[in-house]
């Protein structure tokens, strides 16, 4: 083998042994997320409980044009490398989160919903992220995703 070969493989080694803990360490890695299923609809004017009016207010800003919001389900769940989380969906189909990654106090996730295409989300320390799951009873589906309320 030449010099360059070698020093090539010599330098994808030394980056195996840097990178291998990093990568296990992602591996072990776990984030609490807090999950709210929202319903979005023009179905009245509605905001159901009152600290979704936050999420109107954004959705307005975004000329998003729903009227009505109400809460269906929230729960806080833990999210890890190894296996995707399922969260259920009011219109009988499941989300799938996984962590993708933790880099200075932010996750990335893989969020999954069927006959969407997967997204990845960064989930920080503030703030929410909202992602579209779907259509039910004449308004749609929206998955929050925002670090656990203490």
């Known amino acids: 083998m030449t010099k360059q070969v070698w020093a090539v493989l010599g330098l994808l080694f030394a980056m195996g042994l840097t990178l ?19 319903l979005a609809s023009n179905k009245g004017t509605g905001v159901d409980p009152p600290e979704l009016s936050k999420m109107k207010e954004a959705f307005q800003k975004q000329n998003f044009s729903f009227t009505s919001f109400k809460r269906l389900s929230m729960e806080v769940v833990e999210i890890t490398a190894q296996k995707p989380t399922e969260v259920k969906l009011q219109n009988g189909s499941n989300a799938s989160l996984q962590l993708l990654g933790m880099k200075e106090g932010i996750a990335t996730l893989r969020v999954i919903i069927p006959s969407q295409s997967s997204v990845e989300v960064e989930l920080g320390r503030q703030g929410a992220v909202y992602q579209k799951a779907g259509k039910h009873v004449g308004g749609d589906l929206i998955l929050v995703l925002a670090p656990p309320s203490k």
């Open 20 to 38: 291998g803990p990093a990568v296990a360490f992602a591996q072990d890695a776990k984030v609490k997320v807090q999950v709210e299923v929202v």
